[in-house]
């Protein structure tokens, strides 16, 4: 049974970082195409950004370009997001979601995932 798990989340003044954290279990997490979604209230899930199975390459929402960078550890199954100069509207529920066997860092919608995290939730206060 595949298990994403989340962590990091919190409040965080306007301009502070965050690091996420999201332990998977059950999948083959080095041919795992790892993304991260946030979903705010009253709006939809969207796409935040990728990781590639090596971790070479990565893919961000230009909402994030620059700001945020994704990492991740094949040896410890876990993908991080860095979070640098948060504005508030930033804060959502940020989801870590697997996509195996998927090899095209590009994919950026929900059905692209077949796996989900709980989630975790960001609040960026001014």
């Known amino acids: 049974q595949v298990q994403l798990v989340e962590s990091g989340g919190g409040l965080v003044q306007a301009g502070g970082s965050l690091r996420l954290s999201c332990a998977a279990s059950?999948?083959?997490?080095?041919?795992?195409?790892m993304g991260w979604f946030r979903q705010a209230p009253g709006k939809e899930r969207e796409f935040v950004g990728n990781?590639?199975?090596?971790?070479?390459?990565?893919f961000y929402a230009d909402s994030v370009k620059g700001r945020f960078t994704i990492s991740r550890d094949n040896a410890k199954n876990t993908v991080y997001l860095q979070m640098n100069s948060l504005k508030p509207e930033d804060t959502a529920v940020y989801y870590c979601?697997?996509?195996?066997?998927?090899?095209?860092?590009?994919?950026?919608?929900?059905?692209?995932?077949?796996?989900w995290g709980q989630g975790t939730q960001v609040t960026v206060f001014t």
């Open positions: 059950g999948l083959t997490f080095s041919t795992t195409i």
């Open positions: 979601a697997g996509a195996p066997g998927h090899w095209l860092i590009t994919i950026r919608r929900v059905t692209d995932f077949g796996s």
């Open positions: 990781i590639g199975w090596s971790g070479i390459s990565t």
